[in-house]
């Protein structure tokens, strides 16, 4: 019946809008679960920072090996927060979508006829653009142009060349940043051993074990990336 109708008068606009919502509900909260995956990672990143710096106050003989990992571990936390950022923000533009396809869709109720809106096309074009919602954001583009609210998206419209890949290797000064923020006032806590030094495990076991942590880590904030 609703095909039959749908034919004959065109698309229902409440259940286009209905649809819209629906994928960007089910978009924000994908990103709502991947941000939670980050500040679980920040979390896991900064105790690291900590370990391998009361390790090197209990043990100067680790103090190199231990300023090798600060630097590792900072590089990664300085990635950590740069995705947060940029998940944080494409939460807020796709909140910014919904609010005005829901405007869009209620001037159509109320003038009878929709006006096409760049704003949306544009919000549109750079959330596509995201790794974790590409596929259901191509889906809520083509139910946008149904409706008659923005252009139909072509490959050309889609690719922005300006957007490159984020740098493996970060500025040094950033994670001079990320050390100082961690560590200050936290050094003298480091300098009263919480086991003797002969019960600590060897420097070499617990570089491998921090080292195995590191991976898992990036598999995940990769994985949040793919």
Do not use: W, Y
């Amino acid at each position: 019946m609703e095909t039959l109708k749908a034919v004959l008068f065109g698309p229902d606009p409440q259940a286009q809008m209905r649809k819209c919502n629906q994928i960007i509900r089910s978009n924000t909260r994908q990103l709502d679960r991947d941000i939670a995956q980050l500040k679980t990672l920040d979390t896991k990143t900064r105790q690291l920072i900590l370990n391998a710096s009361r390790r090197a106050e209990r043990n100067p003989s680790q103090a190199r090996q231990a300023t090798v990992e600060l630097k590792t571990f900072a590089r990664e936390l300085v990635r950590i927060r740069k995705q947060n950022t940029r998940l944080n923000t494409s939460r807020a533009q796709l909140q910014s979508v919904q609010m005005q396809v829901n405007e869009a869709f209620s001037v159509r109720k109320i003038q009878g006829s929709l006006k096409k809106s760049t704003g949306i096309m544009k919000d549109v074009n750079t959330l596509v653009k995201l790794p974790e919602l590409s596929g259901t954001m191509h889906q809520l583009s083509t139910e946008l142009v149904r409706a008659g609210i923005i252009e139909e998206m072509v490959d050309d419209a889609i690719t922005d060349p300006n957007m490159i890949e984020e740098e493996e290797e970060e500025a040094d000064a950033e994670v001079d940043k990320i050390l100082q923020e961690i560590l200050q006032g936290k050094l003298s806590q480091a300098q009263k051993p919480e086991k003797p030094l002969e019960e600590e495990p060897a420097a070499e076991d617990v570089f491998e074990d921090q080292e195995a942590t590191l991976e898992q880590m990036r598999g995940r904030l990769e994985a949040l990336k793919s």
